[in-house]
T-cell receptor, first 114, second 115 residues
Framework: SQKIEQNSEALNIQEGKTATLTCNYT??????LQWYRQDPGRGPVFLLL?????KEKRKERLKVTFDTTLKQSLFHITASQPADSATYLC?????????????FGQGTILTVHP | GAVVSQHPSRVICKSGTSVKIECRSL??????MFWYRQFPKKSLMLMAT?????????EQGVEKDKFLINHASLTLSTLTVTSAHPEDSSFYIC???????????FGPGTRLLVL
């Protein structure tokens, strides 16, 4: 069966450290993988998209890697700040007849301590 | 980035009544909009895909007669929860995507509480 798993429900780190979140999937062939940030009571905010033929993407303090052999994406936040505390969601899109349909992981709650 | 709005942000209604939620793309034209539902401490689940000018396509297990979707223009989609019951209480979120682009932009969500 198809499954998307984010490695931990919660991650606690100290300010200034790098947060690394993991997204693993099985029985999918994603065309795109996206990462979103969600704050309590709010809709997700788009952060980064990486395509199946890309290995890495960066945006300011954020970095995403995508390994289609391992079926895994890693999401890094460098020099983390308390304001980075939120739930982070990975989402897959398989394209084709499922154009635009996103399947989400369950999310990782990141807490950055001062 | 692109902006998507939802209205209302929060609604409380009595069991048996219908509730309409609006989703608007404010600064781009959205040929496709999506409706998601999120229960507490759970992830987003896709309910339906709405294409401008055509009927919505629903995910398995989602009752199309209960969740009516209309996408009458390139900037507006509506979700109507008909004859709402307490189990329909949830956080409803829409997203919008412009034609030819890969990124979806999400609205702020609508919290529905059915008493």
């Amino acid at each position: 069966s198809q499954k998307i798993e984010q490695n931990s429900e919660a991650l606690n780190i100290q300010e200034g450290k790098t947060a690394t979140l993991t997204c693993n999937y099985t029985n999918y062939s994603p065309a795109y993988l996206q990462w979103y940030r969600q704050d309590p009571g709010r809709g997700p905010v788009f952060l980064l998209l990486i395509r199946e033929n890309e290995k890495e993407k960066r945006k300011e303090r954020l970095k995403v890697t995508f390994d289609t052999t391992l079926k895994q994406s890693l999401f890094h936040i460098t020099a983390s700040q308390p304001a980075d505390s939120a739930t982070y969601l990975c989402a897959l899109e398989t394209g084709g007849t499922s154009y635009g349909k996103l399947t989400f992981g369950q999310g990782t709650i990141l807490t950055v301590h001062p | 980035g692109a902006v998507v709005s939802q209205h209302p942000s929060r609604v409380i209604c009595k069991s048996g009544t219908s509730v309409k939620i609006e989703c608007r793309s404010l600064d781009f034209q959205a040929t496709t909009m999506f409706w998601y539902r999120q229960f507490p401490k759970k992830s987003l689940m896709l309910m339906a895909t709405s294409n401008e000018g055509s009927k919505a396509t629903y995910e398995q297990g989602v009752e199309k007669d209960k969740f009516l979707i209309n996408h009458a223009s390139l900037t507006l989609s509506t979700l109507t929860v008909t004859s709402a019951h307490p189990e329909d209480s949830s956080f409803y979120i829409c997203s919008a995507r412009a034609s030819g682009t890969e990124t979806q932009y999400f609205g702020p969500g609508t919290r529905l509480l059915v008493l």
